[in-house]
């Protein structure tokens, strides 16, 4: 296919390395920042442009792999180039009926969280994928399996469910790994002690449910040690309500699961 | 060294092993299920027992690897038999002051969650080591070195907000996949979407701090995201509570940090 490519940011730049080593031609990149555009053109073969109004028409698929909230200002400004070509976002928490006046839309939601410097194997990264009739949404698949083993056919509905349910497993747990490393820092503990308990507790989840994995003086309901841990946290009312509140939490999944 | 090893659950089956595996001769391997005994002390060239009245005199090293509650009962029970060997227990939640009036004690906590199937190498697992006096935490820090290459001096205090904090790192983060897993089920999607995203945000504070890998709405303050997840949660209060109280936190810790 034919694609030019809107954002070379994490997203756009892991998407654009995928396409051109699938043999699509990414013809276009446009980044508001040159060089970046310019960065990740020279890897891919591709025309760099800083400027929309350099945007070319008659593309197969233009991809907007801009921030959320920029998706809609973006689409305003590049909609006369698109004439009844397919046009997509790659974003969880956006909605498809942004594009709902053009005639030919969807999502490429890569369901990962990437980082400039480290480079990700586009093919293990799962895409969720959606179109707004049948032919956009094949379109859309076989452009998502020619760079990734792992395609999920997930409708707007789905998607935000989905979006939400990643906020729990990502932003949620590393901010858990945030409050873990506060208490080591303030005990002089070094918090690389930890790293290989939430490496294998992320791995562990791969084998049983993490309802199974669950364990813990929580869910044992060891009332001696979960008073241990309140008293740890007497100088610190916000951590200490965050325990409490997780610990009940643990405890009413583990009563329904049982 | 000479061992006796109380307790063949799956914290005493791994270190069994390594022990072995180190060239330490583990005299005796006590369960009260004698078929989890046997099957360890076939392993690794040890007697089973399965009642304390058949443990022997003078090892070096009586390690007491059971239930955290269980410990001093244990202890009661076997003290008759330790003269002065050194005596330990392996547990995160427990003060070494349980075996105050044994002359020679202390603590090695593996700082890994080990399941029965699944092997570990014990050469990666982090031991916080710990002994009474000069003497024994000498004695305690060589054979902890002689089976892992992570070995740290952690004192009673330390070790009770490291079990804390594993705690956060641990059983909350597995807590939050469990969230996440309830979400994805009750939307019919397939739960895999979620685990390469789970494995690359726990691998990716091995490159970068938690505070500096901290993504989402919350870290973000995008109150649009925000309002469409609590949304998504109005049927389901004590997940919403989690997830605002989160939240909070999130921004509350990014303040500090910022």
């Known amino acids: 296919m034919r694609i030019c490519l809107i954002g070379a940011g994490n997203v756009g730049t892991q998407l654009g390395l995928a396409f051109y080593k699938a043999g699509h031609q990414v013809i276009q990149v446009f980044n508001r ?9 020279s ?14 028409n008659g593309a197969d698929v233009y991809i907007l792999a801009v921030k959320d909230d920029a998706i809609s200002d973006v689409f305003n400004q590049i909609r006369s180039y698109l004439s009844d070509s397919l046009v997509m976002h790659t974003a969880g928490s956006v909605p498809m009926t942004i594009f709902t006046d053009h005639s030919r839309h969807g999502v490429l939601w890569p369901v990962q969280t990437f980082s400039r410097s480290h480079k990700v194997d586009m093919r293990g990264v799962p895409l969720a994928i959606t179109g707004n009739i049948p032919e956009t949404t094949l379109a859309i698949e076989a452009l998502a399996k020619s760079i990734s083993d792992h395609v999920y056919h997930i409708d ?45 507790t992320a791995l562990k989840i791969q084998r049983m449910s993490p309802e199974e994995a669950q364990t813990g003086a929580a869910v044992r309901r060891d009332e001696g040690t979960i008073l241990r841990h309140l008293l740890l946290m007497k100088e610190n009312t916000e951590m200490k309500e965050v325990y409490e509140l997780l610990t009940k939490s643990i405890q009413s999944s583990s009563e329904n699961a049982g």
Chains 1, 2 share one sequence.
């Open 33 to 41: 920042g040159a060089s970046r555009a310019e960065k990740l053109a």
């Open 43 to 56: 890897l891919i073969s591709s025309e760099p442009i800083s400027s929309l109004q350099n945007l070319k």
């Open 156 to 200: 707007d509905t789905q998607r935000a469910f989905l979006h939400l349910a990643a906020t729990f497993a990502s932003n949620f747990s590393n901010h858990m790994y945030t409050l873990s490393r506060q208490i080591t820092e303030a005990q002089d503990i070094p918090f690389d002690i930890l790293k290989p308990l939430i490496q294998e």
